[in-house]
């Protein structure tokens, strides 16, 4: 069994039992209520979205470095399973924003700076589709994603360096042991899934570029012996 | 129910739940069609 599908295993094994306990065993919230049980599904989101991006910005440095094209498969497949993560954030913030504060959206820091984070990130994916050639798309994503993450420790911060709707991060500490269970399996849970999705996504740009490089000259020889 | 809770949750829970299986699972359709695109692609011109 390859390493893609031990993570897709454990990564949904570990997201069922965290998700039965988050929804049916673990307590409701004292003024949140169940509402609160969004937490199961947000905080690990934002946790791996941020983790692949961080992920991508060493990618990145990696083939400003090297120049080897195995960092580039590896950087778009964090980028994109991050941006879809990211997407997903956005989305499960805005309904829980719904059901606590009233509103589906406020221009808040923690808030704008996660959307100002999916637009950069799925703004390198646009950037590659529009470089001329491989070359140029490896060194503009790499440069593109170095700059994009600049906004990922103001996710992380913001919430401590300006005054935000959104809450501070909780800790072990201060959280009821019945609902640090649930999320931290769904946390493994989605980090496998998307280990794995990553490594899927590199293989498929990796499938992609051997198949565009290899037509040319195998053409070409064909050609050739075909007149010969 | 208590006061000073947030009622009627669960329709937020469902909704933030389903949302993420669904586009967890359209993502995982979407690399699946373009890993055989790709392994065809790649099995075309070798």
């Known amino acids: 069994m390859n390493i893609r599908k031990l993570l897709v295993l454990a990564g949904l094994g570990l997201a069922a039992v965290g998700t039965y306990f ?5 307590p409701p919230e004292r003024h949140m209520g169940d509402v609160q049980r969004i937490m199961y599904v947000h905080v690990p989101s934002a946790w791996i979205a941020m983790l692949l991006y961080t992920l991508a910005f060493g990618f990145a440095i990696a083939l400003l ?6 960092w580039d498969d590896l950087m778009v497949g964090a980028i994109e399973v991050g941006v879809v993560l ?19 959206w406020d221009w808040d820091v923690r808030l704008t700076t996660s959307l100002v ?16 050639n491989e070359e140029r798309r490896s060194q503009w994503s790499a440069v593109a994603t170095v700059v994009a993450f ?48 990553m490594l899927w996504r590199a293989a498929i740009e990796r499938s992609s570029r051997r198949a565009s490089e290899v037509p040319l000259p195998t053409r070409v020889a064909i050609e050739e012996s075909a007149h010969a | 129910m208590p006061d000073g809770v947030i009622g009627g949750g669960w329709s937020y829970v469902i909704a933030a739940y389903s949302v993420t299986v669904a586009v967890l699972a359209i993502y995982v359709w979407s690399l699946s069609r373009r890993s055989r695109r790709a392994e065809r692609s790649q099995r075309d011109e070798s």
């Open chain 1, 65 to 70: 470095w090297s120049g080897r094209q195995k």
């Open chain 1, 86 to 104: 990211n997407a997903l954030l956005l989305v499960q913030g805005s309904l829980w924003g719904r059901a606590t504060w009233g509103v589906w």
């Open chain 1, 117 to 132: 984070m999916a637009i950069l990130f799925a703004g390198v994916l646009v950037l590659r589709r529009m470089a001329p």
């Open chain 1, 22 to 26: 988050g929804l049916f065993v673990a």
């Open chain 1, 150 to 197: 600049i906004d990922v420790p103001l996710v992380y911060f913001c919430v401590r360096w300006w005054r935000s709707l959104h809450q501070i991060q909780s800790s072990p500490d201060t959280v009821d042991p019945a609902m640090v269970l649930p999320l931290r399996l769904n946390s493994f849970g989605l980090l496998f899934l998307a280990l794995a999705w």
